[in-house]
């Protein structure tokens, strides 16, 4: 059965894209990409390996998946292994280093990595690195009713303190503050936890960041428990989120943001990722009626920035599978897809000037001009419980709204983890 459906994956999901060259196109080496791309993302990330393609006189195959995770894991089961995989979580790129499945970037590679990005994206196994950081997305954003704000005279918050003034204002004047939903099939959960690592790391700063997404600090810790109940103050208060409990837990991730853009606003703020610009309905328009700000810090300096993004790590170290990867990691990458529209470049060289729109251009800026970057740290987790526990135990917070029930939960996933068995 796990064959059978492999090959099915294979068959609804491959993406073909050839450059033209002299020699036949059938001759070519193949190398096979697997990631969460799919439909129209398939065929941008075609067009961003053409150039590639054509220069090494390859092809690359690239196969989507909806549920990359289990997927990923079936094929390794099977011993069928993609040339590279292009992973959401860093975390799970350091499981599978640890167990000996992933290749070490090339040294130059490697070095090119840590120049561009410091520590910000750890995909480190004994102090090897094993992905390069091809697509990013900003998460620390929040989406508001801009005219709305006009026409009430609302400013954008500078501090934490001054988004609950804002929040009971917009209250205060007969509205309902925030949207937020967080059904998301087998991943619902994940929006709360983006919630809970932005307010981490404001409230306690990146040194503690780091140490509680390596395990080193748990989830039963009274920092931990607080930031719970920071994020409880929202969707906890009665009437200070649209549709309440039953909406967060009920409505697509996709569709939160649908309320702010009625005749009568049912929402004015949302946070959410950047890449909620292709979800928003048909009524939004980004310049127009709405906007975005940072998350603000807790004391208004500078706010430290969320993200997250895709890492493509190598099964095997063929030189054209090691080309490709050094490819991905470069400032050249992406361009294809930025001509297209949705797209953000990690990389601090990329040129701005390849954005096909405003919209993906402001992100990019907002990206490489942030002093504090930290990804997300869910998927920085190992997967037991960034992918497990802390999604699940958001679920239970927002439901039952005992943080420290919710907590314990959440740190159970560290006992239960297992090794990986390749």
């Known amino acids: 059965m796990r064959l059978q459906r492999a090959s099915a994956l294979l068959i609804v999901g491959a993406v073909f894209a050839a450059g033209c060259s002299s020699e036949s196109v059938d001759e070519r080496p193949i190398i096979e990409v697997f990631g969460t791309f799919r439909e129209a993302d398939a065929a ?14 390859v092809n690359v195959r690239y196969v989507g998946s909806g549920s990359f995770v289990r997927d990923i894991r079936e094929r390794i089961a ?12 860093p975390g799970l790129v350091t499981e599978f280093a640890a ?12 070095d ?36 709305f704000f006009a026409t009430h005279g609302y400013e954008i918050p500078a501090s934490w303190t001054e ?4 929040t009971e204002q917009i209250e205060a004047d007969g509205m309902t503050p925030w949207c937020l939903s967080m059904e998301s099939f087998t991943a619902s959960g994940w929006v709360g936890t983006d919630w809970i690592e932005d307010i981490v790391l404001r409230e306690q700063g990146s040194d503690f960041y780091d140490d509680w997404v390596a395990g080193n600090i748990s989830f039963e810790d009274d920092a931990i428990v607080a930031a719970l109940e920071t994020f409880g103050a929202v969707v906890h208060t009665p009437g200070r989120v649209a549709g309440g409990t039953n909406r967060i837990l009920n409505t697509p991730w996709q569709r939160a ?7 009568e606003p049912g929402c004015l703020l949302h946070r959410q990722a950047s890449f909620q610009e292709v979800h928003l309905p048909t009524a939004a328009s980004f310049g127009e009626n709405t906007k975005v700000f940072p998350l603000p810090s807790v004391d208004g300096t500078e706010p430290p920035l969320l993200v997250a993004g895709n890492l493509a790590t190598a099964f095997n170290d063929r030189p054209e599978v090691v080309s490709l990867i050094e490819f991905l990691g470069s400032a050249e990458a992406g361009k294809g897809w930025a001509s297209r529209g949705g797209f953000t470049s990690p990389h601090p060289e990329f040129n701005p000037d390849w954005y096909a729109n405003d919209f993906d251009r ?8 942030a002093r504090t970057l930290r ?33 314990a939960e959440i740190q159970l996933g560290y006992a239960s983890a297992e090794p990986f068995d390749e």
Do not use: C
């Not at 941008?44 to 006189?57: N, S």
């Not at 167990?99 to 490697?110: C, D, E, K």
């Not at 943001?257 to 005749?263: I, K, L």
């Open 112 to 147: 090119a990595q840590r120049a561009a990005y410091g520590d910000s994206v750890a995909a480190t196994f004994n102090g090897a690195l094993y992905g390069v950081w091809f697509k990013a997305s900003v998460k620390s954003l929040v989406w508001y009713r801009s005219d």
């Open 257 to 263: 943001q649908d309320p702010m853009f009625e005749e």
């Open 375 to 407: 990804f997300d740290g869910s998927d920085l987790m190992i997967p037991a419980v960034g992918t497990g526990t802390f999604w699940s135990g958001m679920l239970t917070y927002v439901r039952y709204g005992n943080a420290r029930d919710a907590a």
């Open 44 to 57: 941008h990330f075609a067009a961003t390996v053409r150039p590639f393609e054509d220069e090494y006189g």
């Open 99 to 110: 167990a000996g499945l992933v290749r070490p970037l090339a040294a130059a590679t490697a």
């Open 163 to 166: 988004l609950v003034e804002l």
């Open 362 to 369: 402001n992100i990019g800026e907002v990206l490489n001009q």
């Open 78 to 89: 099977n011993a069928d292994y993609p040339d590279i995989a292009l992973v959401p979580q």
